[in-house]
């Protein structure tokens, strides 16, 4: 990934470093009888452990939440209400505060699957205080607003608060396993796609409601592990202190400050963050203490956000391991390798897709009406028009963007009615945009690897860019021409080269049909030549293409097939040199004085 989201190029945290710091806070305990330090580091341990599940569901997923300090409450409830009245041992009811956690966060992700941006963050921030609500109210079994007292465990009076310590401790290490195991996954690619352009990972077979349930779990889990410790420790719940919207701003900033997306991050932010808390504790210059810590918090956060946007390891590992641009204007190489094969082959003449009677309307105007095209399996078909004639519409129905009024889409026989548009992407159908879309905080190998051509969960655990698939995307990325640019920033590609990581993308993918929106538009004549000739390759193949585009002597010397839409209509169907002589479509598009060139090419 990124210097965001990387985890092989990262050079700071070191290893040595981290083993110190590491060793350091277990040695704390035996080196210092100080119970106020001790208390300090639990406090930081807990923050850091919530702060990594927060950074899973909002720094690699991107749905930010201001109520993530519920999962602590709801850990700590859960832990009490066992414990207070049916007498459960603390060594269990910590993971089944985390189990309900984990399943108030499911719930969650369900309750928001058609929620993104500012109304997600509402919806978090509400649930944090609905279910304060219920703990309040339902006194017979929370205690209400009288708290709930936490039985003492049972262990020698002599270990202090060293069990809580060495709980959260570990806790926090086991935190940071997942989310470092999480980021190196293919599971963590498809969350940092989603958090890119969620609409395009779902066009490449990320199923965004499967990965946001699995993320938002994984990050409650261990939080609600680490609130039922919390309970124990403090050991008298109240609404106030469990499901506090100040813990939850407090989470927010940590991240922020160490760096979003980061496996450190949320770590090193803790322990800013926490002390900072315990200096501000006491009223400064007759200041009010708490007005003071918000307005010291105020200004911490709008300076991360203006001097340091990635957080501090992201901005050092920056200094530190900056990439040379590799992108430019020339291809990797003049010669074109053998065309990938297909899985998805049919014989060539058998009618692969159909659009039959499609109507689409917006409002009082109908972008698509009664629109009908055929696509013969292995052939190029051309789908040509004016700008508003419905082209891109027509391509937004057959991937599922759009649901049509009337009319189906059928796919080798079958119906995609019913699916989805990860669901269509499984099927067969694979599309690129007029302006090429790529998650700009992936490397161009991940782009590529990022693709799932079906769901399997045993997949999610595959390393992101080592083995089988990650080898497959190189060679897929060698045969566009971009193989020396594997490890390029996506950012760092010209236009035109990432529109052939788009294309590398849908071969990934491996589609039965292949959408091309205005694949010549703003490349420069050499790439142009060379998509051409990769069309033409994988075409030879068996592959089957749709292309949409205005440059009429590049589509009309690969089509074999055209169709004339104007004005959401089907105005002309046949082979281009009839098209291209049509009254009705020179009438329409193309003009009276055009004329096709008889060239086996695109012109130069």
Do not use: C
Not at 30 to 48: A, D, E, M, R, W
Not at 238 to 247: A, G, Q
Not at 293 to 303: E, Y
Request: net charge neutral; aromatic share 8%.
């Amino acid at each position: 990934m990124s210097a965001e989201t990387s985890a092989p190029r990262r050079r700071v945290p070191k290893r040595w470093l981290i083993g110190l710091g590491v060793l350091a806070a277990v040695a704390i305990p035996f080196l210092t009888p100080s119970s106020y330090i001790h208390n300090v580091l639990i406090l930081t341990f807990l923050l850091g452990v919530l702060g990594s599940g927060w950074n899973v569901m909002s720094g690699l997923t991107g749905y930010v939440s201001l109520g993530h300090s519920a999962f602590i409450g709801v850990g700590a409830y859960t832990a009490g209400i066992l414990a207070s009245q049916w007498a459960v041992s603390p060594f269990l009811v910590a993971p089944l505060g985390g189990i309900a956690a984990a399943l108030v966060a499911l719930a969650l992700s369900w309750v928001t699957r058609r929620t993104r941006g500012v109304a997600f963050v509402i919806v978090s921030y509400a649930m944090l205080e609905l279910l304060g609500l219920i703990v309040r109210n339902w006194s017979s079994l929370t205690g209400g607003s009288q708290g709930l007292l936490m039985p003492l465990p049972d262990w020698d009076v002599r270990f202090h608060n060293w069990p809580f310590y060495y709980a959260l401790l570990a806790l926090l290490l086991l935190s940071v396993a997942m989310t470092s195991a999480i980021r190196r996954s293919k599971f963590g690619l498809g969350l940092v796609a989603i958090r890119d352009d969620e609409d395009k990972a779902a066009g490449i077979g990320v199923p965004a409601p499967i990965y946001k349930s699995l993320a938002f779990m994984a990050s409650a889990v261990l939080v609600g592990v680490a609130g039922a410790i919390y309970g124990y420790y403090v050991s008298f719940l109240t609404v106030s202190t469990m499901f506090d919207i100040v813990l939850s701003l407090q989470v927010v900033l940590a991240v922020l400050l160490g760096g979003r997306a980061t496996v450190w991050g949320p770590v090193l932010g803790a322990f800013i963050i926490v002390p900072l808390a315990e200096v501000t504790n006491t009223s400064i210059g007759g200041v009010d203490a708490g007005a003071f810590r918000l307005i010291m918090f105020g200004g911490l956060l709008l300076l991360v956000t203006l001097a340091l946007p990635r957080g501090i390891i992201a901005s050092v590992a920056r200094l530190l391991d900056r990439r040379t641009a590799q992108a430019g204007a020339r291809l990797a190489s003049t010669a074109l390798p053998v065309a990938p094969m297909s899985s998805r082959t049919l014989a060539p003449g058998t009618d692969l897709l159909r659009v039959d009677g499609v109507t689409v309307q917006f409002g009082g105007v109908k972008a698509l009406d009664n629109a009908s095209i055929v696509v013969p399996a292995g052939s190029i078909t051309a789908l040509i028009g004016p700008n508003g004639s419905g082209k891109t519409t027509l391509f937004n129905v057959i991937d599922g963007t759009y649901e049509p009024a009337a009319g189906d889409v059928v796919l080798n026989g079958k119906s995609l009615a019913k699916l989805d548009r990860t669901g269509r992407a499984f099927a067969g159908i694979g599309r690129t945009y007029q302006l090429p879309r790529l998650f700009d905080s992936l490397t161009v190998l991940e782009n590529v690897a990022a693709v799932n051509d079906r769901f399997e969960p045993r997949r999610l655990v595959h390393s992101a860019v080592s083995g089988a698939e990650a080898a497959r995307a190189t060679g897929l990325l060698e045969f566009v021409g971009l193989g020396e640019y594997v490890d390029a920033a996506a950012t760092d590609l010209s236009y035109g080269q990432r529109k052939l990581v788009e294309l590398a993308q849908l071969l990934m993918l491996d589609p039965a049909v292949i959408l091309l929106d205005e694949p010549a538009a703003g490349i420069n004549p050499t790439l142009l030549q060379r998509l051409a000739e990769l069309i033409r390759s994988l075409n030879a193949t068996g592959r089957t293409f749709v292309i949409v585009e205005h440059d009429m002597q590049f589509v009309l010397a690969l089509a074999d097939q055209t169709t004339v839409l104007a004005h959401g209509k089907v105005i002309a169907s046949g082979d281009p040199a009839t098209v291209s002589t049509d009254p009705a479509v020179l009438e329409a598009y193309l003009g009276d004085d055009f004329v096709l060139e008889p060239t086996t090419g695109p012109r130069p």
